[in-house]
């Protein structure tokens, strides 16, 4: 675990400068080639809670991205352009990637996704399971609301189904397009911390979406891009802005990394919160 933390500081304060240049184009080619036609944006169960300036609507696709959330009402911060939200494992033993993007599109490399809701769309509990085709991950997603708060929760579980250790690092990440992508513009300010990233606009009565981890002991940090592109989960500060805060069309991304051992599992938390 602490071998992959100084891993990725060294790789944002050494090499950072030049790989944001040197992979950008690596990463629209793997994105195009693995883009998927099982990939959706459309919501498959929609939450809807309070009035005014309580209010939130937020909704999961078949697949588990969270594709809206618009709070307080006729403030939506990512259901705006292209509506990309969703996860990402890098497998660092062979660095293969699974990701679903929603509209950013999905690596191909998933089998389909079972659902467990019993009292049917639009209602909790939701868990969403997802296994990779070769067999090598499982990951459950658990969708909650936090009572009485402007927050989307999703606890997602990864198991390593083979009989070796691997390295991984698990990514959530959302294309951030705060207040309505204020106004078409597509420009928001960016900036984070290392357990929430978070897009929003400067000024009175404007709002924003925060990405954040509930405290873990696993290794971790939060990244802001400075492009609305999906993340690569095996190069996670490839498009990190130097300096914060970054102004422009950007996103917001978590990551989770470590080292899951023979038929383990690991389970983190995120949350999307109004900024």
């Not at 998933?110 to 990951?139: C, E, M, S, Y």
């Not at 802001?224 to 914060?244: F, K, M, Y």
Request: hydrophobic share 35%.
């Amino acid at each position: 675990m602490l071998k992959l933390k100084f891993h990725w500081i060294a790789t944002l304060t050494l090499c950072m400068p030049f790989a944001a240049f040197a992979q950008q184009n690596k990463q629209e080619t793997i994105r195009a080639e693995v883009s998927s036609a099982m990939a959706t944006s459309a919501c498959q169960s929609t939450f809807t809670s309070g009035s005014g300036p309580n209010f939130l609507q937020w909704c999961v696709t078949q697949n588990g991205n969270i594709v809206e959330f618009q709070s307080p009402v006729g403030f939506e911060h990512i259901r705006e352009g292209s509506f990309n939200e969703g996860y990402g494992i890098c497998d660092f033993s062979n660095t293969s990637r699974y990701f679903d993007w929603a509209d950013g599109g999905d690596s191909g490399n998933w089998l389909a996704p079972v659902r467990t809701q019993p009292h049917g769309p639009n209602t909790f509990p939701l868990k969403i399971v997802r296994t990779t085709i070769d067999g090598i991950f499982t990951l459950t997603q658990i969708f909650a609301q936090i009572p009485g708060e402007q927050v989307a929760k999703v606890t997602m579980t990864l198991k390593n189904n083979t009989a070796v250790s691997r390295d991984y690092a698990l990514v959530r990440y959302a294309d951030v397009d705060a207040n309505n992508a204020n106004g078409g513009t597509f420009s928001n300010s960016f900036d984070f911390d290392h357990k929430s990233a978070w897009g929003y606009n400067p000024g009175f009565n404007l709002y924003g979406l925060m990405l954040t981890t509930v405290p873990t002991t696993l290794g971790h940090f939060a990244v802001v891009q400075n492009t609305a592109a999906p993340i690569d989960p095996c190069s996670p500060v490839a498009h990190l802005p130097i300096p914060t805060p970054f102004v422009g069309d950007g996103s917001v991304a978590m990551d989770w990394n470590g080292t899951l051992g023979p038929g383990k599992t690991v389970t983190v938390t995120g949350e999307y919160k109004r900024f």
